[in-house]
């Protein structure tokens, strides 16, 4: 990725780099998240709700890892990995998904249900 698409992407409203993020991961198959030096998925709380943050590449994840993520790092995951694993742990703990934060501010947030609808609709569009 150069830098204009990375600039252009970072000034995107948080739900246009929602849209971005879909079609990207259903593309390419593969999403980026962090997590501590446990090895746990790093969380973040807002208004009393715990979420999940995901972007598109590395690089994105590279850019947010400040504000209490400095010991973090990205781990990619395959859609297959995202389903299997992650979706049963965000059912289990009724997280939200954070999509794309940048700066340290959130992304846009969703629910797994409008989550999987709107990316179930993106890779019916590939097929």
């Given at each position: 990725m150069n830098n204009k698409e990375k600039e252009n992407i970072l000034k995107l409203e948080p739900y246009k780099r929602y849209q971005y993020f879909?079609?990207?991961?259903?593309?390419f198959e593969e999403l980026w998240t962090i997590v501590d030096e446990d090895g746990n998925y790093a969380l973040?709380?807002?208004d009393n709700h715990t979420l999940i943050s995901l972007w598109t590449s590395e690089e994105f994840?590279?850019?947010?890892?400040?504000?209490?993520?400095?010991?973090?790092?990205?781990?990619?995951?395959?859609?297959?990995?995202?389903?299997?694993e992650l979706f049963e742990l965000?059912?289990?703990?009724?997280?939200?998904?954070?999509i794309f934060?940048?700066?340290?501010?959130?992304g846009f947030v969703v629910n797994l249900n409008e989550f999987i609808r709107d990316l179930d609709e993106e890779?019916?569009?590939?097929e």
């Open positions: 879909i079609k990207k991961i259903a593309d973040s709380d807002v994840v590279k850019s947010n890892l400040e504000q209490g993520w400095e010991k973090c790092k990205p781990i990619k995951l395959t859609l297959d990995e995202l389903r299997e965000i059912v289990d703990e009724g997280y939200l998904i954070n934060p940048i700066n340290g501010r959130s890779l019916d569009k590939i």
